[in-house]
T-cell receptor, first 114, second 109 residues
Framework: NAGVTQTPKFRVLKTGQSMTLLCAQD?????MYWYRQDPGMGLRLIHY???????AKGEVPDGYNVSRLKKQNFLLGLESAAPSQTSVYFC?????????????FGPGTRLTVT | QQPVQSPQAVILREGEDAVINCSSS?????VHWYRQKHGEAPVFLMI?????EQKGHDKISASFNEKKQQSSLYLTASQLSYSGTYFC??????????FGSGTKLNVKP
């Protein structure tokens, strides 16, 4: 059981470039989440999905898009990267709603936008 | 929406106790506690559901006072392995879940 995996682990982008972060889970969880973590800010929810084919906006969705074509995968896209998107990105999965169940986090992706 | 944690940072000697508080301006359905070590992912510690229960996990326990919209995490006889940043997460409605900004705990020998 790998749990939750994320690729890549590190990435440096130039302003305006695009990229996709991949999250995969092997626990058959319905719910998946993308967070960003900035110093002193804790974890802020970007987008989430309550099942295959569904996505919804979280607290800070601007500048990001997501897709959940397969139950086990949740992709986070940056269409035109900005320096304000420099952050550590965590994916998490959950067997139910985040408030009632434990979230399992991936190892994170450290993104720097220059 | 984000819960407020206090203190922001704590330094302890091994064997000392600590309390970390988490408070919300909104009614809470549940409170979660997670610990994150430097450079790693957050790891779940416990969930407290509405009902004012108290839970324990080794020498780490927590309480949830729904009337005061607060939760406290108690670390007893701290060990070096307790060092890290502790986050509370609060559920304030259907799929409305927010993490606090964290409390850094540093346990020294």
């Amino acid at each position: 059981n790998a749990g939750v995996t994320q690729t890549p682990k590190f990435r440096v982008l130039k302003t305006g470039q695009s990229m996709t972060l991949l999250c995969a889970q092997d626990m058959n969880h319905e719910y998946m989440y993308w967070y960003r973590q900035d110093p002193g800010m804790g974890l802020r929810l970007i987008h989430y999905s309550v099942g295959e084919g569904t996505t919804a906006k979280g607290e800070v969705p601007d500048g990001y898009n997501v897709s959940r074509l397969k139950k086990q995968n949740f992709l986070l896209g940056l269409e035109s990267a900005a320096p304000s998107q420099t952050s550590v990105y965590f994916c998490a999965s959950c067997s139910g709603l985040a408030g009632a169940y434990e979230q399992y986090f991936g190892p994170g992706t450290r993104l720097t936008v220059t | 929406q984000q819960p407020v944690q206090s203190p922001q940072a704590v330094i302890l000697r091994e064997g000392e106790d600590a309390v970390i508080n988490c408070s919300s301006s909104k009614a809470l359905y549940s409170v979660h506690w997670y610990r994150q070590k430097h450079g790693e992912a957050p790891v779940f510690l416990m969930i407290l559901l509405k009902g004012g229960e108290q839970k324990g996990h080794d020498k780490i326990s927590a309480s949830f006072n729904e009337k005061k919209q607060q939760s406290s995490l108690y670390l007893t006889a701290s060990q070096l392995s307790y060092s890290g940043t502790y986050f509370c997460g609060t559920e304030t409605g259907f799929n409305k879940f927010y993490f606090g900004s964290g409390t850094k705990l540093n346990v020294k020998p």
